[in-house]
């Protein structure tokens, strides 16, 4: 069975943007870091479709929905380093410093804000 380019390119795409859809749901109702980790995944993999597919897409076309997608996955991307830093350095609460409380509180409203 052959598959046709376009219809390639269309089903790498689908499957991405429901992945990132239902990872997005996920995200916004719990803050859960893994949801949020699955969703950068899923943006990076859409770049990438467009990034394989680009000699056969014009430039026109793909230029302001790859920026969104970039700007998108910024947000993430600062998102996950503060759950990261959280999860590494603060998650064990007993015991920290004063400072670390601090920035413990810090993060967790980087977080939410994120």
Known sequence: MHISIESAFKNFLETD???TKKQRKMVLA??????LHQMRVSLRRIRSVFFTFQSLIPKKVTKDIDNKIAMLAS???KARDIDVYIETYLQKKEGLTSAQKSLYKIALYNRLLA
């Open 30 to 35: 719990s803050k859960d870091s893994e949801a």
């Open 17 to 19: 943007c429901k992945k």
């Open 75 to 77: 947000f993430c991307d």
